[in-house]
């Protein structure tokens, strides 16, 4: 019988599409120096990669594996999806060896959708009731993308109620260098005032953290504030 990572990333290849690659490249930024240099793709959408992985509900790690070793961007997306896919179809402890692949393959997650599509899924379920240490190990790293399912990883948190372990990361990410984390970090704390605007508040005029942040940081943070407050905080005027 063909392993399904076989047979699935043969199905990937027959939709490839030339003419989306070169747009593809352009928008991940797989140029030298930028932050998806060498990417390769195949010019698939997410819906479409969604549609062939769907109805692989009860994955093995092998297969999962082998996927998100691929060269191809798309096919490590559905190793990602379907690594989601076996997460959430599995009970109690068995959950912990897809939640273990997560882990051990953080750095083939190496752009934001991939980031984005996936962790908080498996690895922000995982930890949820658990010690949180592992994010922090994460955000820790000297790899952007460690870094960004570090902090992306707590939406799940945030969906519950959570915030405290999204603020600590925040602080501790607050000045990162890479605008890629600016845009993360402002977006968790986006969520996290969608639910509780006066906690946000609170995080963004402790210690004047609004005045330093980066300013995409920042934008994305208070993107949904009242206009008034909004351009108080652009503008440096804000206060308790």
Not at 85 to 106: D, I, L, R, S, V
Not at 207 to 231: G, H, Q, S, V, W
Request: glycine letters at 6%; aromatic letters at 10%; proline letters at 5%.
């Amino acid at each position: 019988m063909t392993p399904l990572s076989t047979s699935l990333r043969e199905a990937m290849a027959k939709q490839t599409s030339p003419e989306k690659i070169s747009v593809f490249s352009r928008f991940f930024k797989t140029g030298p120096g930028q932050y998806g240099e060498g990417d390769l793709f195949w010019g698939l959408s997410v819906p479409t990669v969604r549609a062939l992985v769907k109805p692989h509900t009860h994955p093995s790690l092998d297969d999962i594996n082998n996927l998100l070793s691929d060269p191809i961007h798309e096919v490590r997306l559905a190793g990602g999806l379907l690594l989601v896919n076996g997460y959430q179809k599995a009970k109690g402890a068995a959950k912990e060896p897809f939640y273990t692949c997560y882990m051990a393959n953080t750095t083939r997650f190496n752009n934001w959708d991939l980031v984005d599509l996936t962790c908080y899924n498996v690895a922000g379920d995982w930890l949820f009731k658990r010690d949180r240490s592992p994010l922090f190990a994460l955000a820790d790293s000297e790899n952007l993308w460690e870094q960004r399912i570090a902090i992306i990883s707590t939406m799940y948190f945030i969906r519950k109620g959570d915030y405290s372990t999204t603020l600590e990361l925040a602080d501790k990410l607050l000045h990162h260098p890479h605008d890629l984390m600016h845009k993360a970090v402002g977006w968790m704390l986006r969520e996290v005032g969608k639910r509780d605007i006066d906690v946000e508040k609170a995080f963004m005029l402790h210690d004047n953290r609004y005045r330093t942040m980066p300013r995409t940081m920042l934008r994305y943070a208070i993107e949904r504030f009242p206009e008034p407050e909004r351009l108080q905080f652009l503008k440096g005027t804000a206060s308790r």
